[in-house]
């Protein structure tokens, strides 16, 4: 009797724990401001995202294609600027993944963290 009460204690402080680390992992990069800044990239490979503090750099591996957008972020909105023209897109965190989708697309863009 007294092993299944150690059993259940310890399987009640692992679900404690891989609860709180669920919980860390979706709410603490909501909370520390922008979670976007440095690299992200496409499932594929084809293209990567890189954030600064202020600037979005877009780059392709097929083409060497490279382009520069001012953004900004702020709740799950991303605003892209170029060329004078505002685009809107709608951030979403997914685990470790982040979709980045628009009204003007049905496809929206995938994303992963790249060190």
């Known amino acids: ?14 679900f404690v724990i891989i609860t709180v680390i669920i919980i860390a992992i979706i709410i603490i990069p909501k909370l520390t401001g922008n979670f976007l800044i440095g690299s992200w990239e496409t499932s594929d490979g084809l293209r990567r995202y890189t954030f600064d503090e202020n600037t979005l750099t877009v780059s392709s591996k097929i083409n060497s294609y490279s382009k520069l957008y001012g953004y900004s972020y702020k709740g799950n909105t991303l605003a892209l600027q170029d060329s004078g023209n505002t685009k809107y897109y709608t951030v979403t965190i997914k685990g470790s993944e982040i979709v980045i989708s628009s009204a003007d697309s049905d496809s929206p863009e995938i994303l992963h963290r790249v060190e």
């Open 1 to 14: 009797m007294s092993v299944f009460k150690k059993q259940r204690k310890w399987i009640y402080i692992a």
